[in-house]
Nanobody
Framework: VQLQASGGGLVQAGGSLTLSCLPS????????MAWYRQAPGKQRELVAR???????VYADSVKGRFTISRENAKNTVYLQMNSLKPEDTAVYFC??????????WGQGTLVTVSS
């Protein structure tokens, strides 16, 4: 199973984008869905995550601007990004972890925010 991330692109500061992460097949016993990002020259960092029960955690830098959500029927995870800032520019990766600790990573989608 592969994760297909999409929705990235070029947007002006203040704009919005919605990222999607769709598995190519079924994933069972999903424990955690998350989005990470990696800016040039920086380490990959957690942006947002949602556990099986629906509880969410956000990086301080995106609180109030980004929203993680999921569509259970398709095991799809989304990241709605509003009020984008140039510092949000990065490659965004989705991650799905199962109850058996198997981890899937998406290939990344580039988000570029111009000032």
């Amino acid at each position: 199973v592969q994760l297909q991330a999409s929705g990235g692109g070029l947007v002006q500061a203040g704009g919005s984008l919605t990222l999607s992460c769709l598995p190519s097949g079924s994933i069972f016993s999903i424990n955690l869905m998350a989005w990470y990002r990696q800016a040039p020259g920086k380490q990959r960092e957690l942006v947002a995550r949602m556990n099986r029960g629906g509880s969410t955690v956000y990086a301080d830098s995106v609180k109030g601007r980004f929203t993680i959500s999921r569509e259970n029927a398709k095991n799809t995870v989304y990241l709605q990004m509003n009020s984008l800032k140039p510092e949000d520019t990065a490659v965004y990766f989705c991650r799905i972890a199962t109850a058996s600790s198997y981890v899937y990573w998406g290939q990344g989608t580039l988000v570029t925010v111009s000032s």
